[in-house]
T-cell receptor, first 107, second 115 residues
């Protein structure tokens, strides 16, 4: 069993839909990251959170430390949101990555 | 926000040659830099962690003589793939972190193709 599990692996949505990507982890963490990887491979850090909830534009990330679970939500999804979303559990120098969720938003 | 520049973005080379990839933190001092490798449709795998001025720490299974890492300054780390072979073809990504920990900032990656 992977230490960081993401679901779903693949997700196809229609433009405007509300999207949720889930991440469960089994390791102790100091923070959890959500990353966005574009088709060309470049990676953007979306959020780093250790508790509660963060919001940036149409993106919302939540984390429940007790349940070792985090979610990334995208409101009013748009084709430009199509990318691979990766959660990563961070503990000091160690970062464990989920396998990623490939999101495709159709117009 | 903090920016990490990685260069080149793409390189094609012949088998047996060496390739150097640079990772620069543009507006902050990166005491720690990380090098990752990603195969198609797989997640990132940490290759090594480098702290400025000291030797890199390599993950198990990563050949340190094959993948030379130098972190000579607080804004630059380099990864040199020596005597590259086709099986070294991959996507290499660096990330950098300020002193005291916190968020990692990722470079855009380098796609290496060895013919």
């Amino acid at each position: 069993k992977n230490e960081v599990e993401q679901s779903p692996q693949n997700l196809t949505a229609q433009e405007g839909e509300f999207i949720t990507i889930n991440c469960s982890y089994s390791v102790g963490i100091s923070a959890l990251h959500w990353l966005q990887q574009h088709p060309g491979g470049g990676i953007v850090s979306l959020f780093m959170l250790s508790s509660g909830k963060k919001k940036h534009g149409r993106l919302i990330a939540t984390i429940n430390i007790q349940e070792k679970h985090s979610s990334l939500h995208i409101t009013a999804s748009h084709p430009r949101d199509s990318a691979v979303y990766i959660c990563a559990a961070h503990n000091n120098n160690d970062m464990r990555f989920g396998a990623g969720t490939r999101l495709t938003v159709k117009p | 926000g903090a920016v990490v520049s990685q260069h080149p973005s793409r390189v094609i080379c012949k088998s047996g040659t060496s390739v150097k990839i640079e990772c620069r933190s543009l507006d902050f001092q990166a005491t720690t830099m990380f090098w990752y490798r990603q195969f198609p449709k797989q997640s990132l795998m940490l290759m090594a962690t480098s702290n400025e001025g000291s030797k890199a720490t390599y993950e198990q299974g990563v050949e340190k003589d094959k993948f030379l890492i130098n972190h000579a300054s607080l804004t630059l780390s380099t990864l040199t793939v020596t005597s590259a072979h086709p099986e070294d073809s991959s996507f290499y990504i660096c990330s950098a972190r300020r002193a005291g920990g916190g968020i990692q900032y990722f470079g855009a990656g380098t796609r290496l193709s060895v013919l």
